[in-house]
């Protein structure tokens, strides 16, 4: 199944840590959308990416959180001392083509805890 | 930024009922999008709408644009345990940059 691939499916860190998020996107995709979902909320656009490139980044806090989509490799959510609010599931997404019109197939997602 | 509200937020029916979902806009709609989520797991893609009056349908699941309404609404025809979940309308910024979710409809199959 060459579906977009999210790592790790749950993800653990303490108040103060660093945590990473990853993403492979579908095979052929060249564009890389991140989102959030708070518990009891919706989905919300964090950031669009492609190759090497961020096309979007304005729905990421402007502090503590990175994201990156290097030439090789999976795409990177990073978000650096984590607080409790940052507890969440992040789901990321990739298309074949330029946002609009092109379907977005979604990653299972990652959940993060902050103890 | 866009707005996607959806109605009713949630919906309980019995196994072999139809049902529908709404989702409106509070912009233009470049592309409109229906996901279904089962909770835990990720989003699965249903339907993608680009036209105005265009309707498609997936196994018994209905959707049809009205871009002058700024309106889509997503149709189950005989619902199933299978189709429980919530359902998500998506739709693209006008820059095709940004991705908007609407507010969500969880539905409840009862055998």
């Known amino acids: 199944n060459a579906g977009v691939m999210q790592n790790p499916r749950h993800l653990v860190r303490r108040r103060g840590q660093e945590a990473r998020l990853r993403c492979s996107p579908m095979?052929?995709?060249?564009?890389v959308y991140w989102y959030r979902q708070l518990p009891e909320e919706g989905l919300k656009f964090m950031v669009y990416l492609q190759k090497e490139n961020i096309i979007d980044e304005s729905g990421m806090p402007k502090e503590r959180f990175s994201a990156e989509f290097p030439k090789e490799g999976p795409s990177i959510l990073r978000i650096q001392q984590v607080v409790r609010g940052d507890s969440a599931a992040y789901f990321c997404a990739s298309s074949a083509g330029t946002g609009r019109n092109q379907p977005q197939h979604f990653g299972d997602g990652t959940r993060l805890s902050i103890l | 930024s866009q707005e996607l509200e959806q109605s009713p937020q949630s919906l309980i029916v019995q196994e072999g009922k139809n049902l529908t979902i709404n989702c409106t806009s509070s912009?233009?709609?470049?592309?409109l999008y229906w996901y279904k989520q089962k909770y835990g797991e990720g989003l699965i893609f249903l339907m993608m709408l680009q036209k105005g009056g265009e309707e498609k349908s997936h196994e018994k699941i209905t959707a049809k644009l009205d871009e002058k309404k700024q309106q889509s609404s997503l149709h189950i025809t005989a619902s199933q345990p299978s189709h429980a979940g919530i359902y998500l309308c998506g739709a693209d910024s006008n820059t095709g940059n940004q991705f908007y979710f609407g507010t969500g409809t969880s539905l409840t199959v009862i055998p």
């Open positions: 095979k052929g995709h060249s564009h």
């Open positions: 912009k233009t709609l470049y592309g």
